[in-house]
């Protein structure tokens, strides 16, 4: 199957500081990517949706202002979580497709801000 | 409100059985569902997608259905296997382009040997 690849896979940072996590799609072009968050023991949520070149669609609830998402390539989305939090720590997924019928995850990046 | 729940956080059986999982949903009119696995600390990795017009879905030890009538889709695993031990996610595509889904509660399956 097609390979997603995020980068990097663990990341601690301090409260206040910005942290950037990058969403490869390494075998295919990627007409969309969705960026997940996770917390312990629950299920991934939907945090945006974006498309190549154009501005990201966020989910009901999610600071655009605070999760910059930038999709500048085919192969590459990035999500930058600004002046992060200790509430922002979390597991990161990204997903990229290219097709209607599925999507390739990344493998996650364990966000803890102390 | 718009819900995706599964069965149960946490299902135990005995290597050999038959694993069933249950996603069931309220408020959506899905074209798609899919399955995914989940071990800790890793991304999901996809299983299996079901369409809205098919009953049922095989691959190798697992099977899907999807009920579009009760809303619910179940996921088998057959002689299953201490490796089967893992969470299962069932996504929901709720936008109906094909690749937007929204994640159940997923279920922590654990296979005993």
């Known amino acids: 199957g097609a390979v997603v690849s995020q980068h990097p896979s663990w990341v601690i940072c301090k409260s206040g500081t910005s942290v950037k996590i990058e969403c490869r799609s390494l075998d295919f072009q990627a007409t969309t990517m969705f960026w997940y968050r996770q917390f312990p023991k629950q299920s991934l949520m939907l945090m945006a949706t974006?498309?190549?070149?154009?501005?990201?669609?966020?989910e009901q609830g999610v600071e655009k202002d605070k999760f910059l998402i930038n999709h500048a390539s085919l192969t590459l989305s990035t999500l930058t979580v600004t002046s992060a939090h200790p509430e922002d720590s979390s597991f990161y997924i990204c997903s990229a497709s290219w097709s209607n019928t599925e999507a390739f995850f990344g493998q996650g990046t364990r966000l803890t801000v102390v | 409100s718009q819900k995706i729940e599964q069965n149960s956080e946490a299902l135990n059986i005995q290597e050999g059985k038959t694993a069933t999982l249950t996603c069931n949903y309220t408020?959506?009119?899905?074209?798609?569902l899919q399955w995914y696995r989940q071990d800790p600390g890793r991304g999901p990795v996809f299983l299996l997608l079901?369409?809205?017009?098919?009953k049922e879905k095989r691959k190798e030890r697992l099977k899907v259905t999807f009920d579009t009538t009760l809303k619910q889709s179940l996921f088998h695993i057959t002689a299953s296997q201490p490796a089967d031990s893992a969470t299962y996610l069932c996504a929901l595509d709720v936008t109906n382009t094909g690749n937007q889904f929204y994640f159940g509660t997923g279920t922590s399956l654990t296979v005993i040997p």
């Open positions: 974006s498309n190549e070149g154009s501005k990201a669609t966020y």
């Open positions: 408020n959506y009119s899905p074209a798609y």
């Open positions: 079901i369409r809205e017009n098919e």
